[in-house]
């Protein structure tokens, strides 16, 4: 079983950056796809990026060219650069990994003046 940690939410003003981290445990990470994934108050549960094995990398169109995802297979960590933030940004932010096979506790990301 892998648990999966995040960490970096908080309160942010519109325009503003914020690095999320998750942290796997487990000695098989790099084998896993890492996704992250936001669910804002009201609203179904969205893809936001994913990073495949070999690197890959995918985006939800309302995140291209302010979201960057990467992975650390050493520190066996997935990290999310968000940038140009927006309020509409406003979600709690899940870790998954292996396609769904596994999910941290969410971190609250808030952007607001």
């Known amino acids: 079983q892998v648990q999966l940690v995040e960490s970096g939410g908080g309160l942010v003003q519109p325009g503003g950056s914020l690095r999320l981290s998750c942290a796997a445990s487990?000695?098989?990470?790099?084998?896993?796809?890492m996704a992250w994934y936001r669910q804002a108050p009201g609203k179904q549960r969205e893809l936001v990026a994913l990073i495949g094995t070999d690197g890959d990398t995918m985006y939800v169109d309302s995140v291209k060219g302010r979201f960057t995802i990467s992975r650390d297979n050493v520190k066996n960590t997935v990290y999310l650069q968000m940038n140009s933030l927006k309020r509409e940004d406003t979600a709690v932010y899940y870790c998954n990994g292996d396609w769904g096979r596994f999910w941290g506790q969410g971190t609250q990301v808030t952007v607001s003046s």
């Open positions: 487990g000695s098989a990470f790099s084998a896993y796809a």
